[in-house]
């Protein structure tokens, strides 16, 4: 199997601090992960690609200085809410596709984290 | 700009019965389309995932359609169980991208 690890599952911060979320590849090597951001009873909308070594690339709308991204291994990628603010309060979603050793056009998601800001 | 519309919005049937749930995208140069499961408050679980050149892909009670010259998609989930309430999203691949683009999702409820 493909696991992603998302961590934490779950946090509430007060408004202005910064949250890190983790995604990691468990059993795969991932050159590229994706981060994904979900409103209440909306669809997942991408918010930027994740390369392993390389900067992120992000959606148009999305605030690249406010959701920095980090992938610095081919198993660990993190999306950090800078400044939250209740707007920010979210579900937001990792996947990541095999480097080698299965099928490459497949995204296997993590669980997700949700983010309440007070 | 690839769209994806799900409909129903929400779907809500007696146990036992068959289902359809319905995917259209708007352009069909795509890679692969992708059906997931979500339960509330989770995160996604991958069901079928038929590939451009496919036309259909069977797991279990599930299976999905792909006509991409029209631009649609078909969950058909046979002998639905409340254990199937959920909510369904489809999603496409567009060619040439990594990113997957997503329908909004049909909200389904399997009463006993």
């Known amino acids: 199997g493909a696991v992603v690890s998302q961590h934490p599952s779950r946090v509430i911060c007060k408004s202005g601090t910064s949250v890190k979320i983790e995604c990691r590849s468990l059993d795969f090597q991932a050159t590229t992960m994706f981060w994904y951001r979900q409103f209440p009873k909306q669809s997942l909308m991408l918010m930027a690609t994740s390369n392993e070594g390389s900067k992120a690339t992000y959606e148009q709308g999305v605030e690249k200085d406010k959701f920095l991204i980090n992938h610095a291994s081919l198993t660990l990628s993190t999306l950090t809410v800078t400044s939250a603010h209740p707007e920010d309060s979210s579900f937001y979603i990792c996947s990541a596709t095999r480097t080698s050793g299965g099928p490459k056009n497949i995204q296997y998601f993590g669980a997700g984290t949700r983010l309440s800001v007070l | 700009k690839q769209e994806v519309t799900q409909i129903p919005a929400a779907l809500s049937v007696p146990e036992g019965e068959n289902l359809v749930l319905n995917c259209s995208f708007t352009?069909?140069?795509?890679?692969?389309l992708q059906w997931f499961r979500q339960d509330p408050g989770k995160g996604l679980t991958s069901l079928l995932l038929i590939q451009s050149s496919q036309r259909e892909q069977t797991s279990g009670r599930l299976n999905a359609s792909l006509d991409k010259s029209s631009g649609r998609s078909t969950l058909y989930i046979a002998a639905s169980q409340p254990g199937d309430s959920a909510t369904y999203l489809c999603a496409v691949r567009p060619g040439g991208a990594q990113k997957l683009v997503f329908g909004q999702g049909t909200r389904l409820t399997i009463n006993p």
């Open positions: 352009d069909s140069a795509i890679y692969n």
